[in-house]
């Protein structure tokens, strides 16, 4: 079906449920369906048989070297080696242009130049960007209620209300924690059920976020018993590895922010002193 026809296709069509693969313009498609009285469900392409070509990485791709590693690279070509951090390179790299001319040529000096001032400039997209995310959390009403819950800030707010919405698409919260990928998978074998690995099924990037919060909440023990999970934390602590803990606890935290989303409240325990994400 062709892009320019999809509309006038749907348009004859009685109200339904839209599978649709999770892609660039699957948001844009999905509010105009959603206009037209279709119910439109975005699937991550890893479910989409059809579509699935490979587990492509694109972290892996050769075009998604950061900037700061490009300079780097281009340093330590020329034994110029720094120590480990973007604040070390940020303090030390115009000296070492300076200092150290005779072991970089004039061209690779102009390269690094350059790529030094694409990194300004994404410093201050980013720090622009921050900016609206903190401004939109701000103003909108479930993400303020999502920042009520221990270890999620404006960045892990906006983020799931962008995904699902009031979260209406799941029945609950372990459905969500599943398409987070933050459930087990599970084998039967001999009549028996074997929980393995995490699924890691979804959007990783989602579930990357919830796992950092899980970990920040781990660091700071003191402050469990403030929290209505913090007897439950409290004992599964001695049991479970710190990457499995902050597993069960990044999926805790997900079904609870699935309920407060649905029940429109906010967390029971507001007296939290923790760095949210």
Known sequence: MKRLGLLEAFKLLPPSIVGMEACLSAHFVS???????????????????????????????????????????????????????????????????????????????????????DWIHLDERIEALASEIDQIGEKEANCQRLMSVPGIGPLISTAVVAAIGTGEAFERGRDFGAWLGLVPRQYSTGGRSILGRISKRGSKY??????????????????????????????????????????????????????????????????????AI
């Open 31 to 117: 509010r105009a369906l959603r206009q037209l009285g279709h119910q439109p469900r975005i699937i991550p392409a890893i479910y989409v048989k059809p579509f699935v070509k490979g587990q492509k990485n694109d972290y892996n791709d050769a075009e998604a070297i950061g900037t700061i590693n490009q300079i780097r690279a281009f340093l330590i070509e020329q034994g110029i080696a720094v120590r480990t951090g973007a604040t070390a390179l940020r303090n030390s790299l115009l000296a070492i242009l300076e200092n150290r001319q005779d072991e970089i040529s004039p061209r690779m000096r102009d390269l690094i130049v350059g790529l030094h001032e």
């Open 206 to 275: 989602l579930r990357t976020l919830f796992i950092q919060a899980a970990n920040v909440i781990l660091m700071r023990p003191h402050n469990w018993n403030r929290f209505s999970f913090g007897a439950w934390l409290q004992n599964a602590a001695p049991r479970l590895h710190r990457n499995k803990l902050a597993t069960a606890l990044a999926n805790k935290l997900a079904r609870i922010a699935w309920s407060i989303l649905r029940n429109e409240k906010t967390f029971d325990a507001p007296n939290h002193e923790v760095i």
